[in-house]
């Protein structure tokens, strides 16, 4: 996790250091996704994804989140969207010093 310690990047766009969303191509308004970037931190999107991968196929409560998710997309779509959400909590709870709480809701100021 020390790739995290260092950045001092906003939530969203640090998954994209990583490499672990789609590429984006096109004009006139009109964007095509692409695969998940190979940028980044190749190991750490390796442990993320692998990680993402445990949580999807082996735990007994994968989350609604999660759940409705494997619905809607193809398994490796979801496993990689997991990994993205995994890397935003992880350099949220670094960022602020937090320990990990799994029912937290964060507050939007005022």
């Known amino acids: 996790m020390s790739a995290f310690t260092n950045l001092t990047l906003s939530v969203r ?3 994209n250091t990583v490499g672990l969303v789609p590429r984006q191509s096109g004009t006139g ?18 442990l993320l994804i692998h990680g993402a991968r445990a949580v999807m196929f082996n735990a007994k ?3 609604a989140w999660s759940e409705a998710l494997l ?6 779509v979801a ?15 670094l960022a602020h010093g937090r320990k ?3 029912s937290y809701v964060s507050q939007v100021p005022a």
């Open 13 to 15: 766009s640090d998954p």
């Open 29 to 46: 308004g009109k964007v095509k996704l692409l695969g998940i970037s190979k940028r980044g931190d190749t190991y750490l999107r390796t």
């Open 61 to 63: 409560d994968k989350g």
């Open 71 to 76: 619905h809607r997309r193809p398994m490796n």
């Open 79 to 93: 496993i990689v969207a997991m990994a993205n959400k995994m890397a935003r909590t992880a350099w949220a709870i």
């Open 100 to 102: 990990y709480q799994r």
